[in-house]
């Protein structure tokens, strides 16, 4: 019996790099994300970026809005198996 999905390779340099390129700092990002119905904390953004926590589906579909990028691929560029 699984108890939930588990991250085992972190998306979090690029999501960092991502919203450096978009010139968010991590308080920026996170009351964005809180607008959009996202709770994050900046602790918890930090966590993400640090590969120290799971992202969640509705976090990433928010990152690609508040990051400006148009495709998911952004997310996973440069990661492998």
Known sequence: ????????????QNLKALRKKAHLSQREA???????????TEDILAK???GR???RISALLA?????KVS????????LEL
Not at 30 to 40: F, N, R
Not at 63 to 67: A, D, V
Not at 71 to 78: P, Q
């Open 63 to 67: 990152f690609k809005q508040i990051y």
């Open 48 to 50: 993400i970026e640090q």
């Open 71 to 78: 495709s998911f691929d952004a997310f996973f560029e440069g």
């Open 30 to 40: 996170s009351a964005q994300l809180e607008i959009l119905g996202v709770s994050m």
């Open 1 to 12: 019996m699984a108890s939930g999905l588990k991250q085992d390779i972190s998306i979090g």
């Open 53 to 55: 926590y799971s992202v």
